[in-house]
């Protein structure tokens, strides 16, 4: 069994969460979502639910990171609509309140804060604008990026722009899976590129405040041909070109790859080229959010990207996704080897849903453990192959709203009752907090 013991001093060991899987929307004065607005639609989410109450951390944050004593990080975010209702302009001093007395709660109890600024809750009067589709939504971002420095940036460990830009376009806009549910090429190749014109805007408001140890955190999943036909081959480059490429190519090379371009470059706002100086500017650090694979072939019945996935006959999560931990290994060293040299690399997600049971409150997940220990073999083979990886965040610390799974699929290293509330933490929380915990 791997313990801290087996990772360099400095490695940090953290869980991770997002405001409006956990929060609860409905409290303390945040404005609405557009994950409010998609989720009324019947189909949308599983069950017609919402992140309204969520787990109400809003109320219990004091609790849930008691639960965190002993580890070395706390990766959260902010909500943008929770800090301004509208979008822009008007503060709710209570939502900047909650993150300033979080943000103390979590030093107090000797975590790290790891700060994301967007994970999905796009201010519904901002999706009244075009959202994601209409440029300004940079310099939206940006002000918001200093409204919540200005209070809490003083304390925090690190900032992260964003949360997977791929899921905020192409899983939301061109697949319609995720607010706002456009399935819509123009809206995702715009926003493909307006959230790297939104990171690059929030970088340089926070280079000019000075605010240190900058990144942002991206999401991959390892891509393999079903077979070496040449139309697969192709199919699984496509797909690695939209999925895994467009981002990293972009900030490290301020480069689109051509497979992505093929389909893409048509829909691309008028001069986008002139724009990638700015995103390519350096980084602190890299997020990397990494859960499964995908096999890949060629798809002639739909139009581009034309490539469908089909399951592998590896064990899979309550997701359906395929546990394959050494996916993360070859990822870690790809990124090394092909984009961002030495530059540190947290792994800020990473772990799985399962149909865990609570009974006289015991809840025994031990494929849970099982999982976090096959992918942190993989971290510590590629720190030994010279990867500079930093630190590994589970996701996630609760049970929360997982999106348009509604609150079916249960990820957390704590089990929450969403009827009442309780929190019973399993068993691979224990695990988790005796092997990486610091009275390990
Ligand atoms: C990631 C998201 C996170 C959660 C996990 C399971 O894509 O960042 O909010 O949904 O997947």
């Not at 009324?40 to 919402?50: P, R, S």
């Not at 990766?75 to 800090?83: I, K, L």
């Not at 280079?207 to 040449?230: C, M, T, W």
Request: aromatic share 12%; proline share 4%.
């Amino acid at each position: 069994m791997l313990t801290s013991d087996d990772f360099p001093p400095n490695f940090i060991f953290g869980a991770a969460t997002s405001s409006y899987q956990i929060e609860g929307q409905s409290f303390g004065g945040a404005g609405d979502t557009h994950w409010d607005q998609f989720a009324l639609k019947t189909g949308n989410v599983v069950n017609n639910e919402n992140g309204a109450i969520a787990c109400d951390h809003y109320h219990r944050f004091e609790d849930d990171l008691d639960l965190l004593k002993g580890l070395d990080a706390y990766r959260f975010s902010t909500n943008w609509a929770r800090v301004l209702p509208e979008g822009r302009a008007a503060v709710n001093q209570e939502g900047l309140d909650f993150y300033d007395k979080l943000v103390d709660a979590i030093l107090e109890r000797g975590l790290k804060p790891y700060l994301t600024l967007y994970h999905w809750e796009l201010p519904a009067a901002l999706a009244d604008k075009g959202g994601w589709t209409n440029p300004e939504i940079a310099n939206w971002f940006g002000d918001y990026t200093d409204v919540v420095l200005d209070r809490i940036g003083d304390r925090v460990e690190s900032v992260a722009t964003l949360n997977e830009p791929w899921c905020v376009a192409w899983l939301s806009h061109f697949l319609g899976q995720h607010a706002p549910g456009l399935r819509d090429i123009r809206a995702a190749a715009r926003t493909m590129h307006h959230v790297l014109l939104a990171h690059a805007e929030a970088m340089d408001r926070m280079r000019s405040r000075g605010q240190k140890n900058l990144g942002i955190v991206l999401n991959f999943e390892h891509a393999q041909s079903l077979d070496a036909a040449p139309e697969n081959l192709a199919a699984s480059a496509t797909f690695d070109a939209i999925f895994n490429r467009w981002f990293i190519e972009a900030l490290s090379r301020g480069e689109y790859p051509k497979e992505a371009l093929n389909g893409l470059a048509p829909h691309l706002p008028d001069g986008w080229e002139k724009d990638m100086e700015r995103i390519q500017q350096p980084i602190d650090w890299l997020g990397v959010n990494y859960y499964t694979r995908q096999i890949l072939s060629h798809d002639s019945d739909g139009g581009w990207p034309n490539y469908k996935s089909t399951p592998g006959d590896l064990s899979k999560t309550s997701m359906g996704w395929e546990v394959y931990p050494k996916g993360l290994g070859k990822l870690l060293y790809r990124l090394k080897n092909d984009y961002i040299g030495d530059l540190p690399i947290y792994v800020t997600e990473n772990g799985m849903a399962r149909n865990d049971v609570c009974e006289s409150s015991v809840v025994s997940d031990p494929e849970r453990w099982n999982f976090i220990q096959q992918h942190l073999i993989e971290v510590r083979s590629a720190i030994g192959k010279g990867v500079n990886i930093q630190g590994y965040f589970y996701w996630s610390l609760l049970d929360n709203f997982e999106w348009a799974f509604g609150y079916e699929k249960r990820f957390g290293l704590i089990h929450v009752d969403f009827a009442t509330q309780k929190r019973t933490p399993k068993q691979s929380y224990y695990d988790f907090v005796t092997a990486f915990g610091k009275k390990h």
